[in-house]
C-alpha cells in the first residue's frame, strides 16, 4: 500500500530534550515536506526536500532540523524544543513537478511541557 | 505574490443541506487550484483539483470551478452526509512543489 508513515503519532516531552520525529515513503517520491498545523493558522511549511542530499527552509524553520539521507525518509529534528512547537506535525511526499499531488502522513501531535 | 484566502468556520449544516465554501485567490498566471481534506485524526488527502481556468473539478459528489474572471473556486456539495463532516483546506502551488494553503474550513454534519 501506498503510504507515508510517521512515528511517534504522539509525543510529550519537556523543554530542552532533543527528539526526531520520523518520516518515511514507499512512493519513490522525490519530493518531501513537513508542515505544522496549528488553530487559526492552517498549514504552514517548515522545510522541504526536492531529493536526497537536497533540503531547504520553508515558512517557519527556526527551531527544527532536517535530513534527507535516503529518498525514502526525511527525519524532523528538535534540539531543544521549546512549548511554543507545540503542534500538530505533517509529513508528506510528492512526485516532482508543480500539480502532482501530496501526500501527507497521519500527522503527530506533539506537546512540550 | 500567491496567496489563497479562505472563508472562515466553523460550518454546521444538517445531513442533506447544500454546502459552499469560499476560497479565492491570488496568483500570477493560471495556476492549478486543488482542495484537500482532512477527516478527523487523518493526515490531507487530495479531493479534486483544476489545472486550467474554467475547469471544473469533482470527486465525491463535490465540485469547484476555476473561475478567473472572479479569481475564486468555491467548493460545493448538493447534498451533504455526515461522512463529510471534515476540515477543508484551498491550495494554490507556488515555487517547486510547494503549496500555500488556506487556514481551513471545519465543516460538521449533523444528522
Known amino acids: 500500500e501506498a503510504q507515508v508513515t510517521q512515528n511517534p503519532r504522539y509525543l510529550i516531552t519537556v523543554t530542552g530534550k532533543k527528539l526526531t520525529v520520523t518520516c518515511s515513503q514507499n512512493?519513490?517520491?522525490?519530493?518531501m515536506s513537513w508542515y505544522r498545523q496549528d488553530p487559526g493558522l492552517g498549514l504552514r511549511q517548515i522545510y522541504y526536500?526536492?531529493?536526497?542530499?537536497?533540503?531547504d527552509k520553508g515558512d517557519v524553520p527556526e527551531g527544527y532540523k532536517v535530513s534527507r539521507k535516503e529518498k525514502r525518509n526525511f527525519p524532523l529534528i528538535l534540539e531543544s524544543p521549546s512549548p511554543n512547537q507545540t503542534s500538530l506535525y505533517f509529513c508528506?511526499?510528492?512526485?516532482?513537478?508543480?500539480?502532482?499531488?501530496?501526500?501527507f502522513g497521519p500527522g503527530t501531535r506533539l506537546t512540550v511541557l | 505574490g500567491n496567496s489563497v484566502t479562505q472563508m472562515e468556520g466553523p460550518v454546521t449544516l444538517s445531513e442533506e443541506a447544500f454546502l459552499t465554501i469560499n476560497c479565492t485567490y491570488t496568483?500570477?498566471?493560471?495556476?492549478?487550484l486543488f482542495w484537500y481534506v482532512q477527516y478527523p485524526g487523518e493526515g490531507l488527502q487530495l479531493l479534486l483539483k483544476?489545472?486550467?481556468?474554467?475547469d471544473k473539478g469533482s470527486n465525491k459528489g463535490f465540485e469547484a470551478t476555476y473561475r478567473k474572471e472572479t479569481t475564486s473556486f468555491h467548493l460545493e456539495k448538493g447534498s451533504v452526509q455526515v461522512s463529510d463532516s471534515a476540515v477543508y483546506f484551498c491550495?494554490?502551488?507556488?515555487?517547486?512543489?510547494?503549496?500555500?494553503f488556506g487556514t481551513g474550513t471545519s465543516l460538521t454534519v449533523i444528522p
Open positions: 496568483a500570477t498566471g493560471y495556476p492549478s
Open positions: 491550495a494554490l502551488p507556488r515555487t517547486g512543489n510547494q503549496f500555500y
Open positions: 526536500s526536492m531529493n536526497v542530499e537536497v533540503t
Open positions: 508528506a511526499s510528492s512526485l516532482a513537478g508543480v500539480v502532482n499531488e501530496q501526500f
Open positions: 512512493m519513490n517520491h522525490e519530493y
Open positions: 483544476a489545472t486550467k481556468a474554467d
